[in-house]
């Protein structure tokens, strides 16, 4: 990983998302993420879901941010925390769920929120993949930690959040 001292090419639009269409129809919302160096590529099909244009357009404004843009000494995104927070939503928000608010952190990992309907979560997916959710509805809190990858335990409550 670049510590904040090392300079880091800004990604354009074209580094970071190539799109591809695939008339697949067994696909699920994409066939693969993969990273590239220093960017990513995602191959859509028509089953995309309509929360990922949204997500893929917050994150392509997150992964430009250099070193230091907290001015406190925060890390640029690690692109392995937009593959998992990719990988996260793939498989815990529904199609047809509502896109998270996206912030960065300051350890270059990312931070998925929903608040709406007296729901609140907050979800945190570090460059490692480590996930931290908190969850808050009508005075029951929950926080869990777990893997991006792994992540049954936590579909209900972005379920909850998300709908």
Do not use: C
């Amino acid at each position: 990983m670049p510590s904040v001292a090392e300079p880091r090419k800004t990604l354009s639009e074209a580094d970071v998302w190539a799109v591809e269409s695939h008339a697949v129809p067994e696909v699920a919302y994409w066939s693969q993420v993969v990273p590239l160096g220093g960017g990513l590529r995602i191959s859509l099909d028509r089953h995309t879901p309509p929360w990922l244009f949204i997500v893929l357009g917050r994150l392509q404004h997150l992964i430009a941010l250099r070193p230091n843009w907290d001015s406190y000494g925060a890390r640029p995104i690690d692109p392995n925390a937009v593959v998992f927070a990719l990988e996260f939503l793939r498989t815990s928000l529904p199609h047809d769920g509502k896109a998270p608010q996206i912030v960065p952190t300051s350890t270059g990992g990312l931070q998925l929120e929903w608040h709406a309907n007296g729901v609140d979560l907050e979800v945190e997916v570090d460059p490692s993949g480590d996930v931290s959710l908190s969850f808050d509805q009508a005075g029951r809190s929950e926080e869990r930690t777990g893997s991006a990858l792994a992540t049954e335990a936590l579909e209900p409550f972005v379920a909850s959040a998300a709908a």
